[in-house]
């Protein structure tokens, strides 16, 4: 390549990060930088350089998306092969029963393999010669919608295959997914924004789905996992095991924790062993799919008109049930906002009891038709806050009262102020509730994280005139903790010394702590990388704000509001003098576990696992929950679990305790 190729290879990688700088910029973070004309242009100049010079194009080029006139509607694509669906059972006898007919009609034992049942959107993505060029979502099972465009926004939807020789054709299902953390974020946004949350995360995924907009999707963080190879030009994998060890290799995210059962006593264990883990996932499964390994069997057992007789769904335990709501009361939020509060009958939903739900806010109540005394159905899943999904209006007696907003804060008496669906109380810290969740944000595990203080504790102490800011926390005394109610001498002294070891605070979590209108984690960790001191953030204008990529306008207004109130500035002031020290962000040498995927199984001696989760956090790596291919290394603990038996299945870097405290300080 002589000097010149070299060039315009060079501008054409540049033009396509900055295009996919300003679309992040655009669609995730709702921050543009440049004019639509000025994108515009970039798009042109690029189009017009890949057009030139083909062999350059970037598999990954933003072309491939941009541009793309927005349909009016959807048209209809027939499925490469059919996509059924799948039979049920509920408990163990069920899905023996299905193991016998497996047994009887193969005339052997038959082996399985077990997945998760992803509660998502089922949908189809066919390539050609490699290249993504169509996805549809299932319809009827023969015909559906082509939702390519969508599609597309995914990020770990690959646009080509990762191999070398890839097959003509190759169909393979998924399901779109949206995880428990971003669905949690996305419904914060939404309320914020005065609008209705969403049900659940499934909704969510559909609605990006029927989106003729794919821009909003983008906007969305949504996930594919696979699970089945549809259709294949090639000679299809001998076994379900080998077809999904085929999909990964081509570079899609296939269906976490697939297993391999040698027969049904295995895969029953495999159902119970995922039920309990099913709340620590970061994703909504409603069940295990067991399906017959063999290829071989499945064409021998065949099918029903739309079910397979080689595969079955056993379901989980509902995680839906009904309760009557005994009364709607009003909390005031640490930014003064009223939020109204279901209290429910106690309720046992697949193991955890559940005696409140948050309606959100008016329009929720309104939306619902709630009262008090209904008799509702309450959902709850993993880490989502369990919700009121259906009031049972035909089971009115007539007695029920309708819940109005009150005129009034409940907390201090001051008069409501009533701003699109938001009420608010605008007494700020003089109203006590504002100040009680103040102090309760700024103990929290994400903030200052002291052990042991809980929004009863915070709320005790303030009432009894012990505490009035986060400040006086660092001048509590032994003699008046023991003599409140419920305050022993264990419970004191853990209390005083978790106090004790809190003192010394990373300045991004100081920041976090502090409640800053808008400023989350992830400001807050931006904020301390640049500014390095709390004083320099303190005195900082607003344009040192909204050159920062992630902050716009909103956010900056909030810090500078924020610093101006004297009240804040000297509870600030009392942290420092009543002995908080602020360390500067700890750094590890670059690319140390920039960017490194953790999971922690089993428990650890020399560290609490939320420290251990906070080094990874502050050396640039991720801590998640569930092993899967994303991962990179599993640390294990005194009497790990199914976690490591997962990474050794998945060939994991695995690393003991020992070697991970020698990890961070190398
Ligand atoms: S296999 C013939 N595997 O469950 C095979 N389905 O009715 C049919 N689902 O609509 C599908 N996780 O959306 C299969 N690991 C998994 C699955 C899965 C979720 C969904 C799928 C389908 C429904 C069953």
């Known amino acids: 390549m002589d000097n010149s190729m070299v060039n315009i290879k060079k501008k054409i990688k540049e033009l396509s990060n900055e295009v996919k700088r300003h679309n992040e910029l655009y669609y995730t973070k709702g921050v543009p930088e440049i004019s639509d004309a000025a994108y515009d242009s970039l798009i042109r100049e690029l189009k017009g350089l890949e057009k030139e010079y083909p062999e350059y194009e970037f598999k990954d080029s933003p072309t491939q998306l941009v541009g793309a006139p927005i349909p009016d509607k959807f048209s209809k694509v027939e499925h490469t092969s059919p996509m059924l669906s ?19 009609e193969t005339g052997g034992p038959v082996d399985y393999i077990c997945e998760m049942k992803l509660d998502g959107i089922s949908i189809e993505l066919v390539y050609e010669n490699g290249r993504f060029l169509r996805g549809s979502t299932r319809g009827n099972g023969l015909v559906g919608e082509d939702v390519t465009l969508n599609l597309k926004t995914i990020k770990n939807i690959p646009e080509r295959l990762k191999i070398k020789d890839p097959p003509g054709l190759i169909a393979v299902r998924g399901e779109i997914m949206m995880h428990l953390k971003d669905f949690n974020n996305l419904n914060k946004q939404q309320v914020k924004d005065g609008k209705d949350p969403f049900a659940n995360p499934r909704n969510v995924v559909a609605g990006s789905m029927r989106q003729l907009d794919y821009r909003i999707t983008a906007g969305r963080k949504l996930h594919v996992y696979c699970y089945r190879i549809l259709t294949y030009s090639e000679e299809m994998p001998p076994t379900q095991k080998e077809a999904l060890s085929l999909m990964e290799k081509m570079g899609f995210t296939v269906s976490p924790k697939a297993t391999y059962c040698a027969g049904m006593e295995d895969a029953i264990l495999y159902h119970h062993r995922l039920e309990e883990e099913r709340d620590a996932l970061d994703y909504e499964i409603d069940g295990v799919v067991i399906k017959a390994n063999k290829l071989e069997v499945q064409k021998k057992l065949g099918m029903r008109t739309t079910n397979p ?103 201090c008496g001051a008069s409501v102020e009533k ?17 009680k969740e103040s102090i309760t944000h700024y103990v929290s595990k994400d903030a200052v994280d002291i052990e042991g203080f809980s929004d009863k504790t915070v709320s005790q102490l ?17 003699g008046e903790l023991l003599s409140l109610p419920g305050w022993k001498e264990k419970k004191t002294e853990n209390l005083l010394k978790a106090i004790e070891e809190s003192r010394t605070i990373a300045l991004d979590r100081f920041i976090f702590a502090l409640g800053i209108r808008n400023v ?17 953030v303190a005195s900082a204008k607003e344009e040192d704000f909204t050159e920062i990529d992630e902050i716009g306008p909103e956010i900056a207004r909030g810090i500078l509001a924020f610093f101006k109130e004297k009240h804040n500035m000297s509870v600030i002031h009392k942290l420092g003098e009543n002995g908080v020290k602020i360390t500067k962000l700890k750094k590890v040498p670059e690319g140390k576990l920039e960017g490194k995927k953790f999971v922690f199984t089993g428990s650890l001696i020399q560290v609490t696992r939320s420290e251990a989760e906070r080094r990874v956090e502050e050396a640039g790596g991720m801590v998640s929950s569930g092993v899967g291919p994303s991962v990179d290394i599993v640390v294990a603990g005194e009497k790990a679990g199914s976690k490591l038996d997962e990474a050794k299945k998945h060939g994991i870097k695995i690393i003991d305790e020992e070697s991970f405290i020698k990890m961070l300080k190398s």
Request: net charge positive; aromatic share 8%.
């Open 462 to 478: 303030f009432d009894n005139g012990l505490i009035k800011s986060a400040a006086d926390i660092y001048c509590l005394k032994k």
């Open 86 to 104: 799948l039979e049920s059972v509920n408990d163990e006898d069920g899905a023996y029963r299905f193991d016998e007919s497996c047994r009887k």
């Open 520 to 536: 989350g984690k992830h400001i807050a960790k931006v904020l301390a990388k640049k500014f390095g001191t709390l004083e320099k």
């Open 419 to 435: 701003s699109d669906v938001f009420y608010r109380c605008p007494a700020g810290l003089t109203c006590p509730a504002q100040i």
């Open 309 to 411: 007789k080689w595969a079955v769904a056993y379901k989980f335990k509902a995680c839906k049930e009904v309760t009557r709501v005994e009364d709607i009361v009003v909390q005031v939020g640490r930014t003064g906002v009223l939020t109204p509060l279901a209290f429910l009958q106690s309720v046992d939903i697949s193991g955890v009891t559940v005696s409140r739900a948050t309606l959100h806010n008016m329009d929720q109540v309104k939306r619902l038709g709630i009262k008090i005394g209904d008799y509702v159905k309450v959902e709850r899943a993993g880490d989502v806050i369990p919700y009121i999904s259906e009031v049972l209006k035909g089971k009115r007696t007539g007695k029920e009262k309708s819940f109005k907003m009150p005129g009034e804060c409940p907390s």
